[in-house]
């Protein structure tokens, strides 16, 4: 079946960098792509969606310059988490629809999420 | 504010019982779907149900939906171990900005005693 790649799997980095996620479909295309945000114990929150060729759609409180998306092709979209701090530290987990649903939400490929740990 | 409420949010049964998760939601929706995740890792679709059904099976997996109660139901029949995971339901809505998102609930920790 189609998989979504996500990479990578985990990243420590000091306070103030910037750390870059990506997320891949291998077998399919994928216009848009989802990013989320997952705490320990919680449920994911959608942060943003992520167009082919076009800016991508923030969730409201979600900072468009601290979280930059980039979805330059159709198999790939990159997180860019700028000038992290502590606060960032997070389960970041992408997805994309599985093609030919008649909706676009109707069946969802996740990547295998990205754990960031800023000191 | 979430959309999905699950309770319980976590269960503990031995192998081989059958195990019951919960799902109640805010608003009208188009379909609502489960998904498992294991500790630290992506999630996997389990199941659609549409909005205009009341039960769907999966192998031991069967799902209700009450559109009237705005719940729903996951019945994981025979549990294995492998079972163990988080369980989540999702609902498909319509955002703020005029397009469709899914949301998901807070999820049941479900763990399998062998």
């Known amino acids: 079946g189609a998989v979504v790649s996500q990479h990578p799997s985990w990243v420590i980095c000091k306070s103030g960098t910037s750390v870059k996620i990506e997320c891949r479909s291998l077998?399919?295309?994928?216009?848009?792509m989802f990013w989320y945000r997952q705490f320990p114990k919680q449920s994911l929150m959608l942060m943003a969606t992520?167009?082919?060729?076009?800016?991508?759609?923030?969730e409201q409180g979600v900072e468009k310059d601290k979280f930059l998306i980039n979805h330059a092709s159709l198999t790939l979209s990159t997180l860019t988490v700028t000038s992290a701090h502590p606060e960032d530290s997070s389960f970041y987990i992408c997805?994309?629809?599985?093609?030919?649903?008649?909706?676009?939400?109707?069946?969802?490929?996740f990547g295998s999420g990205t754990q960031l740990s800023v000191l | 504010s979430q959309q999905g409420e699950e309770d319980p949010q976590a269960l503990s049964i031995q192998e081989g019982e059958n195990a019951t998760m919960n799902c109640s939601y805010k608003?009208?929706?188009?379909?609502l779907q489960w998904y498992r995740q294991n500790s630290g890792r992506g999630l996997v679709h389990l199941i659609l149900?549409?909005?205009?059904?009341r039960e769907k099976h999966s192998g031991r997996l069967r799902v209700t939906l009450d559109t009237s109660k705005k719940s729903s139901s996951l019945l994981i029949t025979a549990s294995r171990a492998a079972d163990t995971a988080s369980y989540f339901c999702?609902?498909?809505?319509?955002?703020?900005?005029?397009?469709?998102?899914?949301?998901f609930g807070t999820g049941t920790r479900l763990t399998i005693i062998p």
């Open positions: 997805s994309a629809p599985v093609p030919g649903q008649g909706r676009p939400n109707e069946k969802l490929f």
């Open positions: 077998d399919f295309q994928a216009t848009t």
């Open positions: 992520s167009n082919e060729g076009s800016k991508a759609t923030y």
């Open positions: 608003t009208s929706i188009n379909n």
């Open positions: 149900i549409r909005s205009n059904e």
């Open positions: 999702a609902t498909d809505i319509i955002s703020n900005f005029g397009n469709e998102k899914l949301t």
